[in-house]
């Protein structure tokens, strides 16, 4: 997905549009309810809220018989649809619950509108009315039809440009425009980047192209790049990234992203992602059923490069750093086995048990790097590690492991705050013992509590008394059907919103 620019449209509208063929394009109008065309509005529960009693006044009472004809009540998540209500094309109320909103409810209502009319092959624009003034809440409702819209169909050779804009009409429109470019709109831009690389097909994104793509998405943003190839990470000695790397023809990278935002000197916030491009699970190679999913065993890199991205986007005041561990983990000649020892850039050796557990194999150097180079005064790492967390929480939470209550705390809320929920999950030292090796420091797994003694062989690589939290997000990468207001089916872009959120709630300006 190309960068998203910014043009004034119509008077008092911020037109904001992207690739034609993806989305609608989003504008701000400072304008009252509209009279004739496609109308969208959100409904309280109870068929209460400002606008539905607007719109039920202008229509003689007409709105609130057709609505309780068909039960419709505004409930969270429930629409009706009315094609030829009174002088409109059509109109759509989505019911979003209670009648005071916060920032995810009026996300859902933007969603659910922008999914509502994704497949309408009428050039009609949208009406997305908010009649308050309040210019956050129609800023929120711009994200959740920038996020809600989403699809990915660059290989689709039938695929028709959807067109006409989604208009939100609101008294606020000129503040509401600004805001929503200023804080939201690379924000939402880096959600989509995240599922875009998660998307791709293997043959697409591998370690280098990755780089290429964060490159390119990077241009004009005041970030820098560091690229560590085979070279510099053998003079590194990383061999927890070279021994997975090392079965495929495509060589393995280690990025950082790095965005100084905040105070000269001041320690950054690392993210860092797990970017297994596509994982086959090598010698110790997965079965056939679903192994295509594999493509985004990358999504920890994604969404950790993208956070950053977001960071910069919107100029936050804070200095970060992302690193993505990418790597292709493929069965052949010259991959590793299980039972090989592998030497780590920090000195510490593991004993593979698993080739299938490549993922924290390479996260450790990634993790060594970021503390010999930048000094972090928080590390957040972040990956689809293991299926027995999907086990435990479903497809609703990422687990979340940490010795710091701290931080395992304004993450929780955070992930709250976000929609991005994470549950903290037990990270005990009676999991150490499990991951013995009689001919290494340890061995890469063992035990039955597989997530907490992954969490744990990586904490190992942390220094003691460096506020440091683990997400296994196995289970929230991907959506295979269905999908949510702000989420489609597909990849999801976890963790983008989470750690923005982060710094928001707890390190911005701090």
Do not use: C
């Amino acid at each position: 997905m190309k960068p998203w620019f910014v043009s004034l449209a119509l008077p008092f509208a911020l037109l904001l549009p992207v690739d034609a063929k993806a989305q609608r394009s989003i504008v701000f109008e400072e304008a009252a309810l509209p009279e004739r065309g496609v109308l969208a509005i959100a409904v309280a529960e109870g068929l209460a809220g400002r606008d539905f009693d607007a719109l039920d006044a202008a229509s003689q009472g007409a709105l609130r018989r057709a609505a309780t004809a068909t039960g419709f009540k505004g409930g969270k998540g429930s629409k009706l649809d009315l094609p030829g209500f009174a002088s409109y094309e059509r109109v759509l109320l989505v019911g979003m619950g209670k009648d005071s909103p916060d920032a995810l409810a009026l996300r859902d209502v933007g969603g659910a509108v922008a999914q509502h009319f994704a497949s309408s092959a009428s050039a009609q624009p949208v009406n997305l009315y908010w009649g308050g003034s309040e210019g956050d809440a129609a800023s929120q409702l711009a994200m959740g039809v920038a996020l809600g819209q989403y699809r990915f169909d660059q290989y689709k050779s039938n695929g028709k440009p959807v067109t006409g804009d989604v208009l939100i009409r609101t008294p606020a429109g000129r503040a509401a425009a600004a805001q929503w470019q200023r804080e939201w709109q690379p924000v939402a831009q880096a959600v989509n980047f995240a599922r875009d690389l998660i998307t791709e097909p293997a043959n697409a994104i591998y370690p280098e192209s990755f780089v290429a793509r964060v490159r390119e998405q990077a241009r004009g943003l005041p970030v820098t790049l560091e690229v560590l190839d085979v070279a510099a990470m053998e003079k590194l000695g990383m061999g927890g990234m070279l021994s997975v790397g090392q079965g495929s023809a495509r060589p393995p990278r280690m990025l950082l992203l790095r965005y100084n935002g905040g105070r000269a000197g001041d320690a950054p916030l690392a993210f860092v992602g797990k970017g297994i491009t596509f994982d086959s699970g090598g010698i110790s190679i997965k079965g056939n059923d679903g192994m295509w999913r594999m493509k985004y065993d990358m999504a920890g890199a994604a969404v950790s490069t993208a956070a950053v991205l977001a960071l910069a986007g919107r100029r936050a005041p804070v200095n970060a750093v992302a690193v993505a561990a990418l790597a292709e983990n493929m069965p052949s000649g010259t991959a590793d086995r299980p039972g090989d020892v592998i030497r780590t850039a920090s000195g510490k050796t593991f004993e593979v048990m698993s080739t299938d557990a490549e993922g924290r194999m390479v996260l450790v150097d990634a993790l060594w790097y970021v503390q010999r180079q930048d000094k972090p005064k928080v590390i957040i790492d972040i990956a689809t590690l293991t299926g027995s967390i999907v086990t435990a929480l479903g497809n609703d939470y990422a687990g979340l492991f940490s010795r710091d209550d701290a931080l395992a705390s304004q993450l929780y809320q955070s992930g709250q705050n976000s929609g991005n929920w994470v549950w903290r999950m037990p990270l005990l030292d009676s999991y150490g013992p499990m991951l013995a090796s009689p001919i290494a420091d340890m061995r890469n797994g063992g035990g039955r509590p597989s997530s907490g003694t992954a969490a744990w062989f990586l904490g190992e690589w942390v220094a003691r008394g460096t506020p440091w939290a683990h997400v296994d997000m196995a289970g929230m990468a991907w959506i295979e059907s269905g999908g949510k207001p702000t989420s489609p089916a597909g990849a999801t872009g976890f963790g983008v919103l989470l750690f923005d959120q982060f710094v928001r709630d707890h390190h911005q300006g701090k």
